[in-house]
Nanobody, 123 residues
Framework: QVQLVESGGGLVQAGGSLRLSCAASGGTFSSYAMGWFRQAPGLERLFVAA????????YYADSVKGRFTISRDNAENIVYLQMNSLKSEDTAAYYCAADTSSTDIRRGRGDYWGQGTQVTVSS
């Protein structure tokens, strides 16, 4: 059983930056592909970014390409989402997920999910 805890959300002005963290425990972190998703009120949860188990491959939603960067530290069991040039439309609750398949992560499926961290971008 893998537990995921997100942190790093908050209120930021448009154009600013935030770095989200997702700390994993209870499993073999390096066995899992990891992903970030976001959900705005009243809307469906959307894929944001994913990273393969060894960090060799990364994937991004078109809406965040060039602004967000996903990375991981397998020694510390943490996955990060660096968010730059934030826009008001990035406002959402952000969730991390773990899955043995990076393909499944990109399709919105995850074996394990965190509780989320709120990101609010003011314009």
């Amino acid at each position: 059983q893998v537990q995921l805890v997100e942190s790093g959300g908050g209120l930021v002005q448009a154009g600013g930056s935030l770095r989200l963290s997702c700390a994993a425990s209870g499993g073999t972190f390096s066995s899992y592909a990891m992903g970030w998703f976001r959900q705005a009120p009243g809307l469906e949860r959307l894929f944001v970014a994913a990273i393969s188990w060894n960090g060799a491959n990364t994937y991004y939603a078109d809406s965040v390409k060039g602004r967000f960067t996903i990375s991981r530290d397998n020694a510390e069991n943490i996955v990060y989402l660096q968010m730059n040039s934030l826009k008001s439309e990035d406002t959402a609750a952000y969730y991390c997920a773990a899955d043995t398949s990076s393909t499944d992560i990109r399709r919105g499926r995850g074996d394990y999910w965190g509780q989320g961290t709120q990101v609010t971008v003011s314009s």
